[in-house]
């Protein structure tokens, strides 16, 4: 008979199931013992009406969380990598068209040709120069380099081969901006090391039309190594300056080509690609957790109508055997 009614219980409705409940546990002598019961109950009906569907979502939005995490990641990545590249990479391609012509040395002005020709002769005398001064040292300080002269001289050009090194920074340099202050540092900077390398070159060589012996105020004075260095510096730099001197006159008649990075272009083309898979992520995330929100709020909403329920149903029971008491 209880296994009839079990089963006869299983088919009724929720709501009829849960109404019988009710009303029965009206009558339990513990009304703190009943509540809790009540609150049990609406919790196993919540349970069974939402609970598989929560489960299942549940583990939806993990798996979901985790991919849009590392969707995010990626478009985050290929962002970095975007804004890192350049869009546009000089090309060897000789300019061609009708506003793209190559112009020959006889079309340019007079005035840049004398120009780029005085600029390459004195930058030649500079590299020479200091060619010589660091040759000169070398066999002077050391017994070595006057039997290997060789030597010497490879170590001497080390001078004209960093002035070209410090002017072909200005080729890793994306922006003209860049380069033109690279250049007024560059220049600044040689006016400096002629500054000093005048004022210690009057401290060494007095000459016959001073009346002032420096070195008087102090016999340990020795300018010497400064002004090597002052002069090393001088040339160095003053070669570099020439030398982005002549590269500004050559440009006006051969600028640069550029050419769309391919590597900008692939990386672009996968941050599209990639967007569109991240917003369909985001799309679905958001519609996951917006059905979670709304499953939860309806469970806890039976839940609570559970309650209210157990709790009119004991304020009449009760309001019908005060009337009883009462006649």
């Not at 000789?94 to 040709?113: A, C, F, P, T």
């Not at 420096?214 to 002069?231: I, K, R």
Request: hydrophobic letters at 45%; charged letters at 20%; one cysteine or more.
């Amino acid at each position: 008979m209880v296994e009839a009614q079990e089963k006869e219980a299983s088919h009724k409705p929720l709501e009829l199931v849960s109404s019988q409940f009710s009303r029965r546990l009206i009558h339990h002598p513990d009304r703190e013992a009943a509540s809790s019961l009540i609150v049990e109950q609406a919790n196993f009906e919540a349970e069974q009406k939402f609970g598989a569907e929560l489960t299942k979502l549940k583990l939806d939005i993990e798996d979901i969380d985790t991919a849009y995490k590392y969707s995010w990641e990626t478009l985050y990545s290929l962002q970095e990598k975007k804004k890192l590249t350049s869009q546009y990479i000089k090309s060897g391609t000789l300019m061609s068209g009708s506003d793209k012509e190559v112009i020959q040395w006889r079309d340019w002005r007079l005035k840049d040709r004398i120009l780029l020709c005085v600029l390459i002769v004195f930058l030649i005398i500079s590299c020479a120069m200091g060619m010589g001064n660091v040759y000169a040292n070398l066999v002077a300080s050391n017994p070595v380099f006057i039997e290997s002269p060789w030597l010497a001289v490879m170590i001497s050009s080390l001078l004209p081969i960093a002035s070209v090194s410090i002017k072909f920074v200005t080729n890793f340099m994306a922006f003209d901006r860049s380069r033109k202050r690279y250049a007024l540092f560059i220049y600044s900077a040689t006016g400096v090391a002629f500054l000093c390398w005048a004022i210690l070159f009057g401290l060494n060589n007095t000459g016959v039309a001073s009346t002032v012996n420096w070195n008087s105020f102090d016999d340990s004075t020795d300018f010497g190594s400064a002004f090597v260095w002052a002069q090393l510096m001088v040339e160095v730099l003053a070669a570099s300056a020439l030398f982005l001197a002549a590269e500004d006159i050559y440009m006006r008649y051969s600028p640069d080509v550029y050419l769309e990075n391919p590597e900008y272009v692939e990386i672009e083309k996968l941050l599209k690609d990639h967007l569109a898979v991240h917003e369909g992520l985001r799309e679905q995330r958001g519609t996951l957790h917006g059905h979670l929100f709304k499953l939860t709020a309806d469970r806890n909403a039976l839940v609570n109508e559970r309650i209210v329920e157990y709790i009119s149903l004991r304020a009449s029971h009760v309001a019908r055997l005060n009337s009883h008491i009462d006649s």
